[in-house]
């Protein structure tokens, strides 16, 4: 397994003072959710609850949902933990199933 580096991107001027929950579902161990996340925990100043769930049933569009599942966050289990706990705000909290 190569090693997982990041590199903070610059996003567009995005205000998202009104966003108080966020759920993501589905590979949320690749790069860029990671890279998603931490800039929304950096800019989302209401945010309350930032939830991880890689959990086999995903959304395909048009209604339909499938419980197909790629196995995609086969390494560790603890990466988006180590990966976002020093940015998550005080009154947010990190959620990982």
Same mark, same amino acid.
Not at 13 to 19: E, M, P, R
Not at 78 to 84: D, T
């Given at each position: 397994?190569?090693r997982?580096? #990041?590199?903070?991107?610059n996003?567009?001027?995005?205000f998202h003072?009104?966003?108080?929950?966020?759920?993501?579902?589905? %590979?949320? %161990?690749?790069?860029?959710?990671?890279?998603?996340?931490?800039?929304?925990?950096?800019?989302?100043?209401?945010?309350?609850?930032?939830?991880?769930?890689? #959990?086999?049933?995903?959304?395909?569009?048009?209604? #339909?949902?499938?419980?197909?599942?790629?196995? %995609?966050c086969?390494?560790?289990?603890?990466?988006?933990?180590?990966?976002?706990?020093?940015?998550?705000?005080?009154? %947010?909290?990190?959620?990982?199933?």
């Amino acid at each position: 397994m190569g090693r997982f580096q #990041r590199r903070r991107r610059n996003y567009a001027k995005f205000f998202h003072n009104d966003l108080k929950f966020v759920e993501l579902h589905g %590979c949320v %161990c690749s790069k860029n959710v990671i890279e998603l996340a931490s800039h929304m925990l950096r800019k989302a100043n209401s945010l309350k609850k930032i939830t991880f769930s890689s #959990r086999t049933k995903f959304y395909t569009g048009a209604g #339909r949902w499938t419980n197909v599942s790629d196995d %995609c966050c086969w390494f560790e289990r603890n990466l988006i933990h180590k990966m976002l706990k020093d940015e998550v705000p005080n009154q %947010c909290q990190l959620i990982i199933f």
